[in-house]
């Protein structure tokens, strides 16, 4: 399976020559899985990946962490949305089935020109089983609820090849009730091959952010650590760290994974990087 990254920021888009690196576009990933189409989250980085697959004609199956800006404010620049004949698979698991569609809501007057309910896509709901996963013929999808403001969901995507997770906008450790707690996030990431997850902050920045739904990167790789995941991607960066902190934060994580002698791989999430999984093993090209 192959899984690009389409946008890798947080909170809000940030566009200079300090974050040109890691890339300035929010939340958006695609995976290639069983000859199917996934994409979670609807960021700024949505509308590059909508450019590549204006000649690609399949379903698209269009998961949703959450319905916060940073993850539905590319979806109007989607240009497959105004494909007639195309179908678009939408789901928010954990979220009230009500507002499944709230990413259309977006486009209404005065806040875009064309409303939701008028793009020429057909729009459809994703059912799930009564344990709210997703079977899409041979690929597994299976969720867990977020620790964040309003909720959300993770999401695990399972196949022969492999197994990735995506986890953004959780946060590991929050003053306030844990939807998930340490111990049912270490089994849910049983056997992940990939593991994709928010890590916002320095262990120095918690007094001011405490609360806010976002995880420290410390506790992201004590996670990744203990789940004993193959490959981490540091994923959600805050929008003021500029390329020259990530990559002394990349050093500091790797440094950390050997001295504690965890077989983990760590990387940092960054545009138009392409990871493959063939066979449980992780590349990135
Ligand atoms: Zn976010
Ligand atoms: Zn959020």
Redesign the pocket.
Known sequence: MKIIFYGVR??IPTSSAETIKYGGHT?CLFAEVDNKLLIFDAGTGIRKLGNDLINDLRDIHLFFSHY?W??IQGFPFFKPAYQSGRNIHLLAAYLPRKNVKAVLDQMADPHFPVPGDQIQAKVSVMPMDEEDNVQLEKTKITTCALNHPGGGAAYRVETKEGCFAYI??NELDPPHHLNTTWEQWVEFLQGVDLLIHDAMYLDDELSGIHGWGHSLISQTMQLAKDANVAHLVLF?HDPDRHDKALDRILKDCQQWMKKVCANCTVTMAKEGDVYQIIKSVVQLN
């Open positions: 947080g909170s939340a916060h940073d993850h953004t906008d959600h």
